[in-house]
C-alpha cells in the first residue's frame, strides 16, 4: 500500500484525509437530541440491565436445584424455556422461589415428575412463596400469551368471587390510569383496582392480596396512587 501522497496526471495534490469510521460512542444520545432522548434511554437501559440480571440470577438458582436434587440437564433447558417465555409473569417473586417452581414444573413437563417437597428441599425459600411461584407460572403457560392487565384483573376477580360490575369498574380505573402500570407489579395493582371498585372494603383487601401473591399494605399503597389520579 502506498501511503505517500496522492499524485495526479495534471497537478500534485495534498493526501486526503483518512476516511473516518463511525463507531459506537458516535451513536448515543447527544444533548443537541433533548431532555426526552436521555430520559428514554435512561429507562432503556434499566429495563434491560434489570431483566438481564433478573434471569441470569434464576439461571443459577436452576443450576445449584438441579444438582441438589439430581435432576438431567434436559430438565434444567426446559426450566430456562419457560422463564424466558413468562419472565413477565413473576415479577414481584424472589428468584429462589421461582427457580422452584420452574425446576418442579420443568421435570414434569420433560418426563421426570417429583414432589415438590423434593425441591423445597433444596430451597433457599419458603413453601408459601414457592406455591405462588408455582400458581402465577401455571397461570401464564395456560394461557398461553402475553398476559394484559385485564387478564390479572378477571383472574383475581374470579379467585375472589367479585361480581362483573365490579370487574368493569376496576378495568375503568386502570384504562384512565395506564401510565402507572409501567414497570409495576400488575398483580398487585390490578388488585388495588379491584379493591377500589369494590368500595374499599377491608375484607375484600386482605382476600385480593392473598390472591395476588402480595401483601394488604402494597396493595393499599398502589390503591392510594390510583385514587389520587382520579378527577
Not at 413453601?127 to 401464564?140: G, I, K, N, P, S
Not at 368471587?161 to 402500570?181: F, G, Q, T, Y
Request: with cysteine; proline share 6%.
Amino acid at each position: 500500500m502506498d501511503t505517500g501522497p496522492e499524485w495526479r496526471a495534471e497537478e500534485r495534490g495534498a493526501r486526503a484525509a483518512p476516511l473516518r469510521l463511525v463507531v459506537k460512542t458516535d451513536m448515543a444520545v447527544k444533548p443537541e437530541h433533548g431532555m426526552q432522548w436521555f430520559r428514554l434511554t435512561k429507562l432503556h437501559r434499566k429495563l434491560l440491565h434489570s431483566r438481564e440480571k433478573r434471569l441470569a440470577e434464576i439461571k443459577a438458582e436452576l443450576k445449584r436445584i438441579r444438582e441438589c436434587v439430581g435432576l438431567p440437564q434436559r430438565v434444567a433447558e426446559e426450566a430456562e424455556s419457560l422463564v424466558r417465555r413468562h419472565l413477565d409473569a413473576t415479577v414481584g417473586l424472589p428468584p429462589e422461589a421461582v427457580a422452584v417452581a420452574l425446576m418442579w414444573m420443568a421435570a414434569k413437563a420433560a418426563g421426570a415428575p417429583r414432589p415438590l417437597d423434593d425441591f423445597l428441599y433444596c430451597s433457599r425459600t419458603d413453601a408459601q412463596r414457592v406455591r405462588r411461584a408455582v400458581w402465577r407460572l401455571m397461570e401464564a403457560v395456560k394461557l398461553r400469551r402475553r398476559l394484559g392487565i385485564e387478564d390479572y384483573v378477571k383472574t383475581l376477580a374470579a379467585r375472589v368471587n367479585l361480581p362483573a360490575p365490579v370487574v368493569k369498574s376496576a378495568l375503568d380505573i386502570l384504562e384512565r390510569n395506564r401510565r402507572l402500570l409501567v414497570g409495576k407489579n400488575p398483580w398487585v395493582w390490578a388488585a388495588a383496582a379491584l379493591w377500589l371498585a369494590s368500595a374499599g372494603r377491608f375484607v375484600f383487601l386482605y382476600a385480593l392480596a392473598e390472591a395476588a401473591g402480595a401483601t394488604p399494605s402494597g396493595v393499599e399503597n398502589a390503591a392510594k396512587m390510583l385514587k389520587a389520579q382520579e378527577p
